[in-house]
């Protein structure tokens, strides 16, 4: 089957990690081409299909683009076979606003690297980070309370899950001294041990999550 939509994609990315997990569940890739995308350059195709310049964009095969990995998310699942990962009962807006807490630390953890990474050293601001940092330990701190189910793949644990790998990457003892990519883990495991447990518990559930891991 020809390639029917294109995916512009950023490996490292935990969002379009998202939507290639619900490709691989529905068997998709046949009908999704991923074109990596060029997230800091002006003249790259992103930037024509998403006024925001951001990834993962689906380009429709009529043209149009979809663009935030929930809403590609989303359409994917629909379009595809296997057992549905969006909500579908009666509370569908819960597990809904549930995803979405996992996606908004998520982008907490984002504003953290981009402080570090690309504002210069003397406008960084401590300020910002502390802010944001303490986003994310809230929202950690609700998941130990309200851990999602892991009876059947959805939408809510896969965020979880990809969350917290993010974290692992990103915000460990190695990304105080510029090398993210060290040899520490997430400072979350520390803090927050029974989401480590939780994970391991995906892994069980899931097994195919360490193929998306993006290193």
Request: negative net charge.
């Amino acid at each position: 089957m020809s390639k029917q939509m294109i995916l512009l994609h950023a490996v490292p990315s935990p969002f379009c990690r998202k939507i290639d997990i619900v490709v691989e569940h529905h068997g998709l890739s046949d009908k999704v081409y991923v074109q990596i995308a060029k997230t800091h350059d002006v003249n790259d195709r992103l930037e024509k299909e998403n006024p925001l310049g951001k990834i993962p964009t689906l380009i429709m095969p009529n043209g149009d683009s979809l663009y935030d990995s929930e809403v590609i998310f989303n359409y994917l699942d629909d379009l595809g076979d296997e057992a549905k990962l969006m909500p579908q009962g009666n509370d569908k807006y819960l597990q809904l606003t549930h995803a979405k807490l996992a996606t908004g630390i998520t982008d907490a953890a984002l504003l953290v690297v981009y402080e570090g990474r690309l504002r210069p050293a003397d406008k960084y601001c401590q300020e910002i980070v502390d802010m944001q940092m303490a986003k994310v330990t809230k929202g950690l701190n609700w998941f130990v309370d309200n851990p999602p189910q892991l009876q059947k793949l959805n939408i809510v644990n896969i965020s979880l899950a990809i969350l917290l790998e993010y974290l692992d990457i990103r915000i460990n003892e190695d990304a105080k001294h510029g090398t993210e990519l060290g040899e520490n883990k997430g400072q979350w495991r520390s803090s927050h041990p029974e989401l480590e447990a939780w994970l391991a518990g995906f892994y069980g559930l899931y097994p195919k999550f360490a193929d998306t891991r993006p290193y």
